[in-house]
């Protein structure tokens, strides 16, 4: 298992303003992932960051707005630019080691965001 | 496309008694697994149980287990014995479509939450 600090663990943001979160794990992991939860909806995937390479972002999310990083195999950001209300939410970092069929994965504390 | 249907917004159960929460599941796959995730309020999401497709045997945790019936698509969560603490929100997801991106991708459900009443 991994365990997974993420900070901050909420913020409360004015709008126009970023915000960058980090995600540090305790050993080296391949698959790093981002994830939204909008209040009381389910996890929404933002984008897969593995080291080495650019973000791969999923559909609706672009990398001007969630720009992220991946520097090592222990660490990633993302950043929450221009904020607006509709950008209040969980965002929760998440690893895999081995991306495989029945591999779990493992969550970070999440970061409760509000923006006004 | 996957698709993860929980259609239960809101559980409640008695302590000490037992609880099933609904899941079902639409994929093309021939192959896939199944997680179960708690979310207390605090936010983090907890992993509770993996049921693959191909395994025979249902799926157990301690006071978990997941009743799999493969043919009707469900994955059935059964918590037994609820206690005070299993009070949060559960997602169901699956993996099953490769994302391309280096892994499998993992769809979630929008979630069933349960109430335990003392």
């Known amino acids: 298992s991994a365990v997974i600090s993420q900070k901050p663990s909420r913020d409360i943001c004015q709008r126009g303003t970023s915000l960058t979160i980090q995600c540090q794990v305790d050993s080296q992991v391949t698959m790093m992932f981002w994830y939204r939860q909008q209040p009381g909806q389910s996890l929404t995937l933002i984008a897969t960051?593995?080291?080495?390479?650019?973000?791969?972002?999923e559909s609706g999310f672009v990398i001007d707005k969630f720009p992220i990083s991946r520097p090592n195999l222990t660490f990633s950001t993302l950043t929450v630019s221009n904020m607006s209300p509709e950008d209040s939410s969980i965002y929760l970092c998440?690893?895999?080691?081995?991306?495989?069929?029945?591999?779990?994965?493992?969550f970070g504390q999440g970061t409760r965001l509000t923006v006004v | 496309a996957q698709k993860i249907t929980q259609t239960q917004p809101g559980m409640f159960v008695q302590e000490k008694e037992a609880v099933t929460l609904d899941c079902t599941y639409d994929t093309s796959d021939q192959s896939y697994g199944l997680f179960w995730y708690k979310q207390p309020s605090s936010g983090e999401m907890i992993f509770l149980i993996y049921?693959?497709?191909?395994?025979?045997q249902n799926a157990t945790e301690g006071r978990y287990s997941l009743n799999f019936q493969k043919a009707r698509k469900s994955a059935n969560l059964v918590i037994s014995a609820s206690q005070l603490g299993d009070s949060a929100m559960y997602f169901c997801a699956m993996r099953s479509a490769y994302s391309g991106a280096g892994s499998y991708q993992l769809t979630f459900g929008k979630g069933t939450k349960l109430s335990v009443i003392p």
């Open positions: 998440s690893v895999e080691d081995l991306g495989q069929m029945n591999t779990e994965a493992f």
């Open positions: 049921q693959g497709s191909y395994d025979e």
């Open positions: 960051a593995n080291q080495g390479s650019e973000a791969t972002y």
